[in-house]
């Protein structure tokens, strides 16, 4: 089976891009609540870390072992549709702290976002650092 991504115009480009700009004021608001209304419940992040489920990024957020400053997109993104699925890939850089110690990162992210209910929810965040 071939999926072809279509657009569905620059309307749900910039729903999209709203969805994950107010997911990223919730993260750096720090509201665990907030942050995991934009995840779908079986929502994961791949990263040089490994695989991290929703649960276990929200129990870090809600103890305050992980808190985040600063978080921007940079450059123009990238989206593909494929039926209610939207892949969308951007660079993000980001300052937040885990467990006291400071980091800042700058990184291409590609999340998965399925149109259900009448609104985008993440499914899975992979992370890739740049290199500079």
């Given at each position: 089976m071939t999926t072809t991504p279509t657009s569905p115009g620059s309307t749900?480009?910039?729903?999209?891009?709203?969805v994950l700009d107010e997911w990223q004021v919730a993260i750096v608001a720090n509201d665990a609540d907030r942050i995991g209304s934009y995840m779908a419940d079986e929502w994961i992040m791949v990263s040089e870390n490994g695989i991290t489920t929703a649960e276990r990024f929200l129990a870090f957020v809600r103890s305050g072992d992980l808190t985040h400053s600063a978080m921007q997109r940079v450059g123009d993104p990238r989206i593909r549709y494929h039926g209610?699925?939207?892949l969308l890939t951007t660079r993000i850089t980001n300052t937040a702290h885990f467990q006291g110690v400071r980091f800042d990162a700058d990184e291409w992210t590609t999340d998965?976002?399925?149109?259900?209910?009448?609104?985008?929810?993440c499914?899975?965040?992979q992370i890739t650092a740049t290199k500079i």
């Open positions: 749900v480009d910039d729903q999209l891009l709203a209610e699925l939207a998965a976002f399925i149109h259900v209910d009448g609104r985008w929810r499914l899975l965040t």
